[in-house]
């Protein structure tokens, strides 16, 4: 699957939440999902589409036991 992504773009996000995943003021988990989304955002630039969509939903996981936010 790696190479195989088509269509699929990054959004170049990545920079701004690893600044989020090193915020003091958010939550372990939140940190922990903007991390996440940093490594995903990597392996979409580097055309790993498992690793992307691993990371991916880790990402999801990890924010829904966060809990909505404010």
Wanted: hydrophobic share 25%.
């Amino acid at each position: 699957m790696d190479g195989d992504f088509g269509a699929v773009k990054s959004d170049n996000l990545g920079s701004r939440y690893e600044q989020r995943s090193k915020d003091p003021n958010l939550s372990d988990k939140e940190r922990e999902a903007a991390l996440f989304f940093t490594v995903a955002e990597k392996h979409i630039q580097e055309e790993q589409a498992e690793e992307a969509l691993k990371h991916s939903e880790e990402v999801r996981s990890s924010a829904n036991r966060s809990g909505p936010r404010p």
